[in-house]
């Protein structure tokens, strides 16, 4: 069974970091790609970026409004994605979720999502 | 970036009725869209890929359709566990956007 376990949220001021993790099992993780979705209470969806796999030279993308704030990255033999945040602003208060991505014919797709972390952006 | 509007955004309905959500795409995506459904609390749930492909699982009383900049999801009978928001994605082109999702409740 595929799980994906998100961990690091929690309270931080302005300007402040903060390190998210997901924890993958039950799939071979360093074949896929991993996205990360946000979520700001009582909003919708927002994507936040992705990393591929090693075949892929572990490239990212990011939406516009966290590229170069954020950082995603991962370490296969731990079966862990993280996303390093930085800069922090209130508009980055959101559940944080870790995506296991599918690809099929060419189309990709968020398949399986963990529970979510929260991130509280406050003085 | 390409915008997604889904309508209406918001649906009441009762069960056992048939329902469609509408998804346009700014510019055209091919295919590339997905759906989500997201109960409270909870994290979306992938229902339909590639505008039409019925993820494993996914009762088929749930069906995609629609190519280009113009896409529906269609619940053919509402049953009481149906009632959730629901969401479009796209994936032709970065960034991948969402639609600002439908609240479907119960009439």
């Known amino acids: 069974e595929v799980q994906l376990v998100e961990s690091g949220g929690g309270l931080v001021q302005p300007g402040g970091s903060l390190r998210l993790s997901c924890a993958a099992s039950g799939f071979t993780f360093s074949d896929h790609y991993m996205d990360w979705v946000r979520q700001a209470p009582g909003k919708g969806l927002e994507w936040v970026g992705r990393t591929r796999n090693k075949a892929n030279s572990y490239t990212t993308e990011y939406a516009a409004s966290v590229k170069g704030r954020f950082t995603i990255s991962r370490d296969d033999s731990k079966s862990s994605l993280y996303l390093e945040m930085n800069s922090l602003k209130t508009e980055d208060t959101a559940v944080y979720y870790c995506t296991r991505v599918y690809i099929w014919g060419g189309y990709t797709t968020d398949l399986n999502w963990g529970q979510g972390t929260l991130v509280t952006v406050s003085s | 970036d390409i915008q997604l509007t889904q309508s209406p955004s918001f649906l009441s309905a009762s069960v056992g009725d048939r329902v469609t959500i509408t998804c346009r795409a700014s510019?055209?995506?091919?295919?590339?869209l997905a759906w989500y459904q997201q109960k409270p609390g909870k994290a979306p749930k992938l229902l339909i890929y590639a505008a039409s492909t019925l993820q494993s699982g996914v009762p088929s009383r749930f069906s995609g359709s629609g190519s280009g900049t113009e896409f529906t999801l269609t619940i053919s009978s509402l049953q009481p566990e149906d009632f959730a928001t629901y969401y479009c994605q796209q994936l032709k082109s970065y960034p991948i956007t969402f639609g600002q999702g439908t609240r479907l409740e119960i009439k």
């Open positions: 510019q055209g995506i091919s295919s590339y």
